[in-house]
């Protein structure tokens, strides 16, 4: 293959065409139909397929990047493919992914946490790291532990119990942002009294 007369002048035409395929091939394992002329002609408007073609277009780029740094390759991997999720559903799929790989040998549930916030935050939902999502976690506590399990699972009930536990989290913290600067106005109201 290697030695193809194609490769010859370069290998830009035959890259181009290989990503198209391989885009092609994984949105096909995922259960899409998005065959290699829609893909060139762009002619597609669902997230997940904009998706596949940001991460695969992005590998090229990211290739001499993985031996070094596997975590950045692959953190980066995942903000392509989800690049249009709404911001609350990227948020748990990061957590709970993190979650469920538990990539570190300790404190993997503070990275989770935190790099959810994180994506609420550049995502806009959250930009200036407001909500206390942790609070309303911690307000359905068992329900956060049982909805890590079953997001573990991979099954779509998992996946929907994280997602919906995600959701009640994230408004009993803003219910809970609420309260604080409640109180904050009210105790700067009684100190100016």
């Known amino acids: 293959m290697l030695w193809h007369e194609a ?24 259960g899409y139909d998005c065959d290699v002329e829609r893909l060139r002609d762009r002619d597609f408007d669902d997230p997940a397929v904009s998706g596949v073609l940001r991460v695969t277009e992005a590998l090229p780029g990211l290739a001499p990047m993985w031996p070094v740094s ?13 690049k249009e999720i709404p ?3 990227a948020a748990a799929v990061v957590h709970g992914e ?23 935050a550049s995502k806009g939902l959250d930009p200036k790291l407001l909500i206390t999502v942790d609070a309303g976690h911690l307000e359905r506590a068992p329900e956060y532990v049982g909805a890590q399990r079953a997001w ?16 009640k989290a994230l408004t009993a ?4 942002t609420l309260q604080i600067c409640t109180e904050l106005v009210k ?7």
Request: charged letters at 20%; zero cysteines.
């Open 70 to 82: 596997p975590r950045y390759v692959l953190a980066k991997l995942h903000t392509l493919a989800t």
């Open 87 to 89: 911001a609350a559903m």
């Open 187 to 193: 105790d700067a109201g009684e100190a100016s009294a």
């Open 152 to 167: 573990s699972t991979g099954t779509p009930d998992g996946v929907r119990s994280w997602l919906k536990h995600y959701g």
């Open 7 to 30: 490769l010859r002048g370069g290998d830009e035409l035959v890259a181009a065409e290989v990503a198209l395929h391989s885009a092609s091939a994984t949105l096909a394992l995922d």
């Open 98 to 120: 993190l979650l469920a790989v538990r990539p570190f040998p300790v404190a993997n549930n503070v990275v989770a946490r935190a790099a959810a916030r994180l994506a609420l």
């Open 173 to 176: 913290g803003a219910g809970e």
